[in-house]
């Protein structure tokens, strides 16, 4: 374990690990497959590096939310609906990480990833000049029922929630794949917020390292969001299928 005080190269490695991590989660996902492995190695309990992470995750969408909105790209109040309803799964998530081993969720999201990418590559393509937005009645039922769901793993792990998540909102509710990051940064910081209150509740937060890696996750989230709005769908559909193949390698080899 290393000597904390005296290891000052700590905390430029989380800003800048963070800043990764940030750029990665609002474009697609997978940054918590940096930031948690980086917060064990530096000597935290597998709980605390969860909940320290939350700090961060929480930091991230937050810019993001403010760079989607700079470009005026919002979902609102879809985004919130689904926010409120992850929240509460998120609280019983959060609770059953502090006292159950994730390895077993770790393999059952490595498949998952594999048939996300196998989604991505061979599902037709829907067309963006008559893509209809589902976004009322029965769609947003099942939405709402849906991140519940979503909502109790994000509050367990997080690590790959976002691929989940963009892959639901823009197959099921047909938003173009820029409404979906900006959704999907708004839906996770409301329930990252309850995630982490729980864990903070628990003392399962080590607070200085979670601002040093939140403070690069914030500069992370603004620069990916303003980016992804520039670049548009190919790049972020690029990037995403880049990430769920190396994250399903990480998650189930390592």
């Known amino acids: 374990m290393l000597d904390f005080d005296l290891s000052l190269w700590v905390y430029p490695l989380l800003i800048f690990v963070g800043f990764i ?3 990665m989660n609002t474009m697609a996902g997978g940054g918590s497959l940096l930031t948690l492995p ?8 597998a709980a605390v590096a969860n909940g320290t992470n939350r700090v961060a995750i929480l930091m991230s969408t937050s810019s993001a939310t403010l760079g989607f909105k700079s470009k005026n790209v919002s979902t609102f109040p879809f985004n919130i609906y ?5 929240l509460f799964g998120a609280l019983i998530g959060a ?3 502090i006292e159950i081993d994730g390895d077993l969720f770790n393999k ?3 498949v998952i990833m594999i048939v996300v990418v196998g989604l991505i590559v061979f599902k037709p393509s829907i067309d963006h000049n008559d893509l209809l937005e589902r976004l009322t009645g029965k769609h947003l039922f ?3 029922l849906a991140f519940f769901f979503i909502g109790v793993y994000g509050g367990f792990i997080n690590a790959g929630i976002g691929f989940v998540i963009m892959l639901f909102l823009h197959y099921y509710n047909r938003l173009s794949l820029v409404k979906v990051n900006s959704a999907k940064v708004v839906i996770v910081m409301i329930y990252t917020l309850g995630a982490l209150i729980t864990f903070a509740l628990a003392d399962k937060v080590n607070w200085t390292f979670g601002l040093f890696l939140a403070l690069g996750n914030f ?3 603004w620069t990916s969001s303003r980016w992804s709005v520039k670049k548009g769908e190919k790049s972020i559909k690029v990037f995403l299928i880049v990430m ?3 994250m399903s390698i990480k998650l189930w080899f390592f």
């Open 21 to 23: 991590a940030g750029f």
């Open 38 to 45: 980086l917060l064990i190695f530096l000597g935290l309990p």
């Open 82 to 86: 689904l926010g409120i309803s992850g």
């Open 95 to 97: 609770k059953l990480a």
């Open 108 to 110: 059952i999201l490595a």
């Open 142 to 144: 099942v939405s709402i």
């Open 219 to 221: 500069l992370g989230g």
């Open 244 to 246: 769920v193949v190396l």
